[in-house]
């Protein structure tokens, strides 16, 4: 898309080289499509080396080196939005559903809930089993011991009340988790329909204005009503608002990723993600 604003700009800048040799134009007009020239060099330039900066990103996150890290392409253009997005209640089901980080904070606190109920019901706690040698009038004797401690005083209080503490730690760092992971699966649905309506604007009433604009204004330059660097600029215009679309495409799959990522798997009705 840059690509083509300088064409436009280039043209645009030898026209005005042109009638300013025949006279039809001043010197500030000739200046300021040259500045717009420059500017779209410029432009193109700067998206260059974020293309390559983007591309070895890339290749750095994939492992690739050598000829595979140049022989992969990117899909031309980016697929269209999907018909439509999830229920807004549906993420967050899907969060406490698939997330992994809740699953095992989720098993840690069943695993200390076991062993809290253990610690209660066994008085035995500290019972030892093993096998003893000892050496009786000069015979050897070998064989099985088993150590029983007798609760005379210790009824194992503190391995209750330790056990206690670390299951309700336990729950309550789970407690702040889901609140968490609710909060931010709700921030990032709210984001998806934010892109999808800024996306949709554009689709539907940006770029069709200014693709009228453009013929309207082509028919009167066939007409003599219009200057030919008026068309040109509605042109770029025109230009400029596809590539307003193209990142407010970007920025929807950009938010869906993210939304899926904090759900834990795939969203339904993914279109061509």
Excluded: C
Excluded at 25 to 44: G, P, W
Excluded at 52 to 57: D, H, K, L, S, V
Excluded at 144 to 156: L, M, R, S, Y
């Amino acid at each position: 898309m840059r690509q083509t604003v300088l064409q436009a700009a280039e043209a645009a800048a030898e026209l005005a080289a042109r009638q300013y040799e025949a006279g039809n134009i001043r010197d500030f007009d000739l200046a300021n499509e040259q500045v717009a020239h420059h500017e779209a060099q410029v432009e193109l330039a700067r998206s260059q080396v974020e293309l390559t900066g983007a591309r070895e990103a890339l290749n750095r996150l994939l492992g690739l080196a050598g000829e595979p890290a140049m022989a992969w392409r990117v899909a031309f253009a980016l697929p269209e939005l999907p018909p439509t997005d999830p229920a807004a209640d549906a993420p967050e089901t899907l969060a406490m559903a698939q997330r992994l980080d809740l699953a095992a904070a989720r098993r840690e606190a069943a695993v200390l809930r076991s062993i809290l109920s253990v610690t209660r019901l066994n008085p035995l706690r500290a019972t030892e089993i093993g096998v003893s040698s000892e050496t009786e009038e000069g015979d050897r004797v070998t064989g099985p011991i088993w150590e029983v401690p007798i609760p005379v005083f210790d009824f194992g209080q503190a391995d209750i009340a330790r056990a206690t503490a670390q299951l309700q730690q336990q729950e309550h760092q789970l407690a702040v988790l889901e609140v968490a992971v609710r909060s931010e699966v709700r921030t990032l649905a709210d984001r998806l329909t934010a892109q999808r309506r800024i996306a949709e604007r554009y689709r539907e009433h940006v770029l069709p204005l200014h693709q009228q604009i453009v013929t309207s204004s082509q028919r009167h330059y066939n007409y003599m009503l219009l200057g030919a660097f008026q068309l040109l600029q509605f042109k770029q215009e025109e230009i400029a608002a596809r590539r307003a679309y193209i990142e407010a495409l970007r920025d929807y799959w950009i938010a869906r990723a993210e939304l899926e990522r904090a759900v834990g798997g795939t969203l339904p009705n993914g279109g061509g993600s």
